[in-house]
């Protein structure tokens, strides 16, 4: 191509477009909460918590080749500790998160180590029943005293009251507040917060020397074992971080709903296999890819929420869907799942890597100094 | 000791469905070394359609063999069309694409037979009612021993008995059994033999997924009613069968999914107040992890289990 | 007359160019020896012709072109191939890995039940362990059985890639008497691929010599034996 860009890695061109970057993130996350309706400012809410849990089951596939689908298992042990925790001992619901953290990690490690032990589907396997079990585990009859069972617990949320204080800022407050009127703004925050610690988590993990030899593990087993990686316990450890990262959003989905019940979505494989799709459609391997992919997916379960009836289809696509009365999100996003693994198996971000690619010349700086920037692309395919 | 051995033979007779889906999980492993996960959900579109069928006015006898040819076209057409080309890539893209069509059918059976789809809503969903296969009144039953043995029970477990030796005699004694050990024992000298390999495990899917819609069958017959999330539990069962019987044995498989059957009836018999109806699959889940840790080729497995 | 003609035949793995265009003959009733060294390409040339590798150039086989067809085709034309490292079902019986040969074939169970009698009758130690899986046996029993699988596809043309790897001396001599039987009372050709150069070429009708995925030399062994240079740098006698 004749008019290729080309693009100094770490030259004033690309610290520009950092820089332009960086502000648009910015002024629309303080757009979102400020200027947005309500319904937005809930549906990127729910967007950050997925993108947590997405970003969570990234860490364990992208950087060591495994899979879970027993994350939704993660997801509700935080959403019942919390609640537990509230509702029986009478905590305040944020001090909970690091305990939901704590827990979700032991379980993780416990659980995937017999199967980190041996090659092959086992983890997958055992994680699915992981999944299976945990809601099956809270109606149990035996810790129904504990988990009220399939009845759920109540009051499970943060209590917002007169007393609680302002923090505005020359009468403008893009955080809600939290004496209860407006309090959507405030869990966008605590889900961007979340997303913020997920995302330094997770480049601290793939960015230290764990994660290095974790990616010598994904590429090449026998290289990590000369390099002296205990594969098992390495994958133990990361396997239970990715475990307690996902048990985040689940805590703030109790804080946020103040009810829970064990048969809710997110808490059985379903929720599974919706972390699995976010993850893949964004791009699994690269750290952006689960934001871009709860996004795309939230705003198009929404979207098509409503399709069961024929009417609200759009003519364009009415004759694809028309002919059922269920919404059809469910097999959108199977079909795409199958489709992207064909055409783009690094989702959309390794699309746009691709697009990218084919317009502007990235020339990278001399070996030896220090990089800055950030490296992460789309694995080569293999 | 009555008591005993109706729960022993219910659980055989529970268990020999989950044989059922093992079976087909261990075929394909054996072939290609893939876990399929949509052997359930195959399984339970076949289902689906033979309520189908049923609804037409077709005889359920004939309407059970017509789903059992839809599984088949349903698990070829699958190996042919997304597997083969995608197990080029990698492993990975081969399991979500498995996911992919668990999430795909279950969606389908939904939208076509009414139901809600998964991710936006717990797994209860709209059930259908299904005919038995067998007699099933609460006085179809005979005694042995003073035990009440239902016939519903007798016939299901007579019948995969006969299933397994139909597959012990196609394995054992016919030209396509021969090649699908071949290949499944090593692919490059199965085409230096002269077998198309493809095609074999076209086969292989096909059986696999028709004998697992048999199971989707009896399964829905026994609980007398379809929905969206007849499988799910019983896919966990069949993996924990192959996983105890080992991975790459038929026979294993076999002998897999009864014990876990009688196992989890036992359990559920004895010890009610712990196990009830809730925890069976804690039970699935335990064996499975008992498994990995103690024997990871499982019993009946030639150990090709690498360790890590 | 011609039975197998390769020209230019190119293949690869992936990226990597491995046969840079091969021109071999094997005349019907020869033995055929292909000599070179680790890595030179032998046995990506027999699996090239057997078909389950991607190739380019020209493969004529009895007059007909089959650089596209596919390997049961192949075989069923009557090409064997017993692949380098035994290559058996190691989880199938000694018979079942012989009847798996045999599955090309169309005519009736009992000739292919015959045949297997007859080379049990040449390797008495294969029909001692019939029932016995094949991954149980000895490395020289394997080779056997290798051999005797691709036999009862009844070909016309046997690609052998090394079967003396890791035999005993004796039981290397033993194997090669089997083949020159082969050819002489049953007129198979056979193209053969082996390290030891020495023994292959007392057999053998013509040799090839191949470096780096080219032919660098081919004649009578007389011919190759006779000229010092080749003698020495790829003989070593
Ligand atoms: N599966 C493969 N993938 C990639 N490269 C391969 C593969 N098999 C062989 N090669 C390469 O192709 C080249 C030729 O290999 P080939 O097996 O044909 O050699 P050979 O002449 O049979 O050697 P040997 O005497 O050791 O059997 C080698 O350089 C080898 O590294
Ligand atoms: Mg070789």
């Known amino acids: ?382 | 000791m009555a008591l005993f051995l109706q729960r022993l033979v219910d659980g055989l007779a529970e268990g020999s469905i989950y044989a059922l889906l093992a079976l087909g999980l261990v075929i394909i492993y054996r072939g290609t070394g893939h876990l399929n996960f949509a052997q359930g959900e195959m399984a339970l579109f076949s289902t689906y359609t033979v309520y189908q069928f049923g609804e037409w006015g077709v005889p359920i006898g004939i309407a059970v063999l017509l789903g059992m040819c839809v599984g088949f076209v349903l698990g070829a057409a699958t190996e042919v069309v997304l597997v083969r080309p995608i197990s080029k890539k990698s492993p990975f893209a081969v399991f979500i694409v498995t996911i992919g069509m668990f999430q795909l059918l279950n969606w389908l059976d939904g939208a076509i037979w009414g139901g809600q789809q998964l991710p936006s809503t717990a797994m209860g969903s709209k059930q259908v009612k299904f005919p038995s296969l067998f007699p099933s009144n609460p006085d179809d039953y005979f005694t042995v021993f003073g035990a009440a043995i239902t016939w519903r029970s007798f016939c299901i477990l007579a019948l995969v008995l006969v299933i397994g030796a139909v597959l012990y005699l196609l394995f054992n004694y016919t030209k396509l059994g021969l090649a699908m050990r071949a290949v499944a024992s090593n692919s490059e000298s199965a085409k230096l033999v002269g077998i198309r390999t493809s095609t074999v495990l076209m086969f292989s899917w096909g059986i696999a997924a028709a004998i697992g819609a048999l199971g989707g069958v009896v399964f829905a017959g026994l609980t007398t009613n379809v929905n969206q999330s007849l499988m799910f539990q019983v896919f966990i069962y069949a993996s924990a069968a192959a996983t105890l019987g080992g991975f790459d044995s038929p026979g294993g498989a076999v002998v897999g999914g009864l014990s876990i059957g009688v196992i989890q009836n036992l359990a559920a018999g004895y010890a009610d107040e712990w196990v009830g109806q809730e925890m069976k699959v804690g039970v699935a889940f335990l064996v499975i992890l008992a498994v990995l840790l103690l024997r990871p080729s499982g019993l009946f497995g030639t150990s090709k289990v690498e360790r890590v | ?237």
């Open chain 3, 1 to 237: 007359m011609t039975l197998l003609r390769t020209q230019g035949l190119t293949a690869g793995y992936g990226p990597l160019t491995v046969l840079e265009g091969i021109d071999i003959e094997v005349n019907e009733g020869e033995i055929v020896v292909m000599l070179g060294a680790n890595g030179a390409g032998k046995t990506t040339t027999m699996r090239a012709i057997s078909g389950v590798m991607p190739r380019q150039g020209i493969i004529e086989y009895e007059g007909r072109a089959i650089q596209k067809a596919s390997p049961d085709a192949i075989v069923r034309g009557g090409i064997a191939q017993v692949p380098q490292g035994r290559g058996t079902f190691p989880e199938l019986s000694v018979a079942d890995n012989m009847r798996a040969g045999a599955y090309v074939r169309r005519d009736s169970a009992a000739s292919v039940q015959a045949d297997l009698e007859k080379w049990f009758e040449v390797f008495p130690r294969l029909a001692e362990r019939h029932a016995q899986r094949a991954g149980s046996l000895s490395g020289g029993e394997q080779q056997m059985l290798a051999i005797a699988r691709a036999l009862m596809s009844r070909p016309k043309l046997l690609l052998c890639d090394e079967p003396s790897m890791g035999l005993a001396p004796l039981i290397t001599q033993e194997l090669f008497h089997v083949i020159e039987r082969l050819n002489r009372d049953e007129g198979l050709s056979v193209l053969l691929v082996e390290q030891n150069a020495n023994l292959a070429m007392h057999m053998a009708s013509r040799v090839y010599l191949l470096e780096t995925g080219r032919i660098v030399a081919s004649g009578s062994a007389a011919e190759l034996g006779a000229d010092d240079t080749i003698r020495k740098a790829y003989l070593g006698f």
């Open chain 1, 1 to 382: 191509m004749s008019a290729r860009i080309i693009i100094k890695s770490g030259g004033r061109a690309s610290w520009a477009i950092r820089a332009a970057a960086a502000a648009a993130v910015v002024a629309l996350l303080l757009w979102i909460p400020t200027r947005g309706s309500d319904s937005l400012i809930d549906t990127c809410t729910t967007a950050a918590m997925l993108m947590a849990a997405a970003m969570s089951l990234n860490l364990l596939l992208g950087y060591t080749g495994q899979i879970s689908l027993g994350h939704s298992a993660f997801f509700g042990i935080g959403v019942y500790t919390t609640a537990i925790a509230v509702t029986r001992w009478g905590w305040s619901p944020f001090v909970t998160l690091p305990v939901a953290f704590a827990v979700a990690f032991v379980v993780g490690l416990l659980v995937s180590l017999p199967a980190l032990r041996i090659k092959g589907v086992y983890l997958a396997l055992v994680t699915l029943a992981l999944g299976l079990v945990f809601p099956a585990f809270i109606k149990w009859p035996k810790i129904e005293w504990l988990t009220n069972g399939s009845r759920g617990l109540d009051q499970t949320g943060f209590k917002f009251s007169k007393d609680n204080p302002t923090y505005e800022l020359f009468g403008w407050n893009p955080w809600g507040n939290l004496r209860g009127q407006n309090v959507k703004p405030f869990y966008f925050w605590v889900g961007v917060l979340m997303v913020v610690f997920v995302y330094l988590v997770c480049r601290g993990v793939v960015k230290s020397r764990v994660g290095r030899s974790l990616v010598a593990i994904r590429d090449n087993s026998t290289a990590a074992a000369v390099m002296g990686v205990n594969l098992a316990v390495t994958k133990g450890i990361v396997f239970g971080l990715s475990a307690a990262m996902c048990a985040l959003p689940g805590s703030l989905s109790a804080i946020r709903t103040g009810t829970v019940t064990p048969d809710s979505a997110l808490l059985t494989v379903a929720g599974s296999i919706t972390f699995l799709v976010i993850m893949v459609v964004g791009g699994s391997g690269s750290l952006w890819g689960p934001v871009m992919g709860a996004i795309v997916y939230q705003f198009i379960i929404e979207r098509t929420g409503d399709w069961s009836d024929p009417d609200k289809i759009p003519g364009a696509v009415r004759p694809l869907f028309s002919w059922s009365d269920v919404a059809p999100g469910g097999g959108i996003f199977a079909m795409a799942l199958i489709l992207l693994m064909f055409f783009a198996p690094f989702g959309i971000v390794g699309l746009w890597h691709k697009l990218v690619a084919k317009v502007v010349t990235v020339v990278p700086k001399p070996a030896g100094t220090t990089s800055l920037v950030r490296e992460e692309t789309a694995p080569a395919e293999s």
